[in-house]
């Protein structure tokens, strides 16, 4: 009996043993899972923090690079604009001294000799006529009172005849006695007028506008003569001639 007890007391203890082992046992392991869940929670905070640092840099440099291409953009702007500034005061102190290109003379002036032709071809220029249209007007006022010549006098008056073109004083009464500017407004007035009418004396068709197109100061001084004029034949080469010298002297 008492040995039954015995093994029965043994059983008991054993069982307390076993009991108390797993108990520490399940205490160790539950530990050890509260570390490793510690430690992952952890992990990840570090990461975290890593992340964030990155991230910080990363948005203060590109915070840095844009200041830097702010300031060299702002940098370039004045420096262009302070180049365009001098340029403008160096044009400004330096003009510049080259002529444009021109196909004709300038206005020729007044002083000196032939100032009342150059008075005439400056005026018959104001008016938009062709370098070859003036030398060939010019060619036949220098017929009617510059005795083939620039020096031309427009108040050599006759018994029938006035002025540069030595208008009809029987059909043009009004320019009797005119200044040198009435005469180059009346040769404006009645140009087109006397050209449309008896153009054809030159050539057949012949008008204003046709007359203003010729190039050449010859075809110009004798469709003027045959047209405006109307004068006798025998002077018509007199006037291409003269035609030619008001060229060459006013346009070169």
Same mark, same amino acid.
């Given at each position: !009996?008492? *040995?039954?007890?015995?093994?029965?007391?043994?059983?008991?203890?054993?069982?307390?043993?076993?009991?108390?082992?797993?108990?520490?046992?399940?205490?160790?392991? /539950?530990? =050890? =899972?509260?570390?490793? &869940?510690?430690?992952?929670?952890?992990? @990840?905070?570090?990461?975290?923090?890593?992340?964030? %640092?990155?991230?910080? &840099?990363?948005?203060?440099?590109?915070?840095?690079?844009?200041?830097?291409? &702010?300031?060299?953009?702002?940098?370039?702007?004045? =420096?262009?604009? %302070?180049?365009?500034?001098?340029?403008?005061?160096?044009?400004?102190?330096? #003009?510049?001294? &080259?002529? @444009?290109?021109?196909?004709? *003379? #300038?206005?020729?002036?007044?002083?000196?000799?032939?100032?009342?032709?150059?008075?005439?071809?400056?005026? +018959? *220029?104001?008016?938009?006529?062709? $370098?070859?249209?003036?030398?060939?007007? !010019?060619?036949?006022? +220098?017929?009617?009172?510059?005795?083939?010549?620039?020096?031309?006098? @427009?108040?050599?008056?006759?018994?029938?005849?006035?002025? !540069?073109?030595?208008?009809?004083?029987?059909?043009? #009464?009004?320019?009797?006695?005119?200044?040198?500017? $009435?005469?180059?407004?009346?040769?404006?007035?009645?140009?087109?007028?006397?050209?449309? %009418?008896?153009?054809?004396?030159?050539?057949? /068709? !012949?008008?204003?506008?046709?007359?203003?197109?010729?190039?050449? @100061?010859?075809?110009?001084?004798?469709?003027?003569?045959?047209?405006?004029?109307?004068? /006798?034949?025998?002077?018509?080469?007199?006037?291409?001639?003269?035609?030619? *010298?008001?060229?060459?002297?006013?346009? /070169?």
């Amino acid at each position: !009996m008492k *040995k039954h007890i015995y093994f029965i007391i043994a059983i008991v203890l054993a069982l307390a043993l076993i009991t108390t082992l797993c108990v520490k046992a399940g205490s160790e392991s /539950g530990n =050890k =899972k509260e570390t490793t &869940t510690i430690s992952e929670a952890y992990i @990840p905070s570090e990461t975290t923090t890593l992340l964030e %640092t990155s991230t910080t &840099t990363e948005v203060e440099t590109t915070k840095e690079a844009t200041t830097i291409e &702010t300031t060299e953009r702002e940098e370039s702007t004045t =420096k262009e604009t %302070t180049t365009k500034i001098s340029t403008t005061k160096a044009a400004e102190n330096h #003009p510049a001294t &080259t002529k @444009p290109i021109t196909t004709t *003379k #300038p206005e020729v002036s007044n002083s000196g000799s032939y100032a009342e032709a150059t008075q005439v071809w400056n005026y +018959m *220029k104001s008016l938009g006529w062709s $370098d070859a249209v003036c030398a060939g007007i !010019m060619g036949n006022i +220098m017929a009617e009172v510059g005795g083939q010549t620039l020096n031309i006098n @427009p108040y050599s008056s006759s018994s029938s005849y006035y002025g !540069m073109c030595q208008w009809s004083k029987r059909y043009y #009464p009004q320019i009797i006695g005119g200044s040198l500017e $009435d005469q180059c407004d009346f040769l404006r007035d009645t140009i087109r007028k006397e050209i449309n %009418t008896y153009g054809s004396n030159y050539a057949s /068709g !012949m008008n204003y506008e046709k007359f203003l197109q010729l190039d050449d @100061p010859q075809d110009v001084a004798l469709c003027f003569a045959k047209a405006y004029e109307r004068c /006798g034949s025998g002077s018509y080469g007199v006037r291409q001639s003269n035609a030619v *010298k008001a060229y060459q002297y006013f346009v /070169g």
